[in-house]
C-alpha cells in the first residue's frame, strides 16, 4: 500500500464537515453505549473510526444511518440535521453503508444480491419481489447490467449465479461491497470491509478504497492498523463509548491515550 501519497491534512475541529454526529448520547439495555460523542466526516476524504472492540464504532454507524436513534444530539448532513432517517433518505443523500460481517441475503443470488443495492432506483418496487419473474422492466435489465459491470471491475463476474453460501468469504465480502457501490454513492460508510481477508486482498481494498477519492466521502471502521493507518487522512478514535483521540495517522499513532486503549484490549482483532 505504499504510495498512497494523496493525504490531506485536516485541522480539527473541521468547519464544514459532511456528515457530522454531534454530542450523542444512547443507552441501550441500561447501559451507556455512547456518550457525546461528537465526529466530523470531510468530504472527499477517507476517515477512519477505530477503537477496540465494543466501543461503539457500529452504533455511530447505526445512528448515522438510522437504524438507531441517539438519546440526544445530532446527525448533520452538509450541515443541515437529519431527522428520523430513513433508507429512502440515506439514498436520496448518497449515504451507501455495508454492514459488518458481510450482510448478504443467503436466498438472492451475488448478482441479485448487488442488484439490490440499486434497486431504490427502480421505480417498479422492491427488485426481490420481481426475482423469477421475466426481466421484462427495462430498468431492471440496466440495473442487471450495470450490476454485472461492477462485479466484472471486482473481478467476481463468475461469481454472479452463485449463492453467498458457496462463495469464499472474500469474494462474500467484495459482494457486499459491490452492493454499496452500485448506488453510485457519495458517501460510504464501511464497516470492517477487511475482517477475513487476505494481506493481499486488504492492499487491493486500500488501493480501491483510495481511489474512490476526492469524488467519493468514505467512514471507514477498521481494526486492521495497518490499513487504517494507509488510506485514511483523519482517524477518529473511540473507547468505551467516548472520543479519546483524533487527528492525522501519525498523530493517532502516537498518541498514549490510544496506546493504552488498545493495551487493555484483547487483540482487536475477530
Ligand atoms: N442493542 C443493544 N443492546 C445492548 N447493548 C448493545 C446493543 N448494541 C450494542 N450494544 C453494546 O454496545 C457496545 C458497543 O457496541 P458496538 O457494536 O457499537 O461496538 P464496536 O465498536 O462496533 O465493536 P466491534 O469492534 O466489536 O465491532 C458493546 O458493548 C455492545 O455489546
Ligand atoms: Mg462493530
Redesign the pocket.
Known sequence: MKGLDTHVKYVLPLTHPLLAVENISIT????K??DDVSIGVPEGAVTGLI????????????IMSGF?TADEGNVRFDGKKLKHIKTHHLTKLGISRTL?GVGLFASLTALENVMLGGSSRVKSGIVADSFGAPWADSAQNKLRGEALEVMTEFGIADAADRYPGELPYPVQKRVAIARSLISDPKVLLL??PAGGISAADMAELGRMIRSWTPERTVLL?E?HMELVMEVCDLIWV?DA?KVIASGTPEEVRTNPAVLAAYLGDDG?E?
Not at 28 to 31: A, K, T
Open positions: 441501550l439495555s441500561g447501559l453505549i455512547l477503537g477496540p472492540n465494543g466501543a461503539g464504532k457500529t452504533t455511530v454507524f447505526n438507531l459488518q464497516d470492517e471502521v481494526h473511540l463509548g482487536g475477530h
